[in-house]
Each structure stands twice: as C-alpha cells, then as structure tokens.
C-alpha cells in the first residue's frame, strides 16, 4: 500500500491551496484518514482526520481548512483558504486501513508535501 500526497507549494498569505492524498495498491477498507504537518523545530500536529463516524479538526486551522474523503476512489482532500505564514510547513496524509478482511489496521503515511506561506 502506498499514500501519494500532491498539492502542496509556494501562495501568498490570503490564498489557498488544496491537498490530495490517494491510497493505491491492496487496499481493502479504510477506517480512518488524515492530514498532519511539521514545521521546521516543531513536533508532528494534527491537521484534520475523519473518521467512520466523526471529523476532528485542530483548532489552528478552524473555519480554514475543510477535510473530504471520496470513499470510490480511495482518495481524501484538504482545502486550505485563508492561508497564513504560520501554516508553512510538511504536510502528510495518513490512514489507518486493512488490506484484506483478515487482516489487522495498519497505519500508513505519505511521503509529505511542502506548502510555504510567504509574501
């Protein structure tokens, strides 16, 4: 199973952007999905997950940022408007699924995806 992150780039402070993150390969359900960041010195945060029966959102990020999955295809999305310098960070999409009905959750990460929020 591999998570492939795109999206992620240079705006100014105000704009947007939007994230993808697509799981391929012998994916059989998927529990849970998310986005997470790292800035340069800090510790891994959480951006959104959703999960079969609710969706989490950091505070930071509220009213800013709305997370979606699109279950057929086996992707999920992060819309970020209002952009602000202190959002400048690695973005990495995550998941919590099983590859077969046997088989236990597992988590997966994506490789990440700078965005940069800069004038």
């Known amino acids: 199973v591999q998570l492939q992150a795109s999206g992620g780039g240079s705006v100014q402070p105000g704009g947007s952007l939007r994230l993808s993150c697509a799981a391929s390969?012998?994916?059989?359900?998927?529990?849970?999905i998310g986005w997470y960041r790292q800035a340069p010195g800090k510790e891994r945060e959480l951006v959104a997950t959703?999960?079969?029966?609710?969706?989490t959102v950091a505070d930071s990020v509220k009213g800013r940022f709305t997370i979606s999955r699109d279950n057929a295809k086996n992707t999920w999305h992060l819309q970020m408007n209002s952009l602000k310098p202190e959002d400048t960070a690695v973005y990495y999409c995550?998941?919590?699924?099983?590859?077969?009905?046997?088989?236990?959750?597992?988590?997966?990460w994506g490789q990440g995806t700078l965005v940069t929020v800069s004038s």
């Open positions: 995550n998941a919590a699924l099983r590859i077969s009905f046997f088989s236990q959750l597992t988590a997966y």
């Open positions: 390969g012998s994916v059989f359900s998927i529990k849970t």
């Open positions: 959703i999960t079969s029966d609710s969706t």
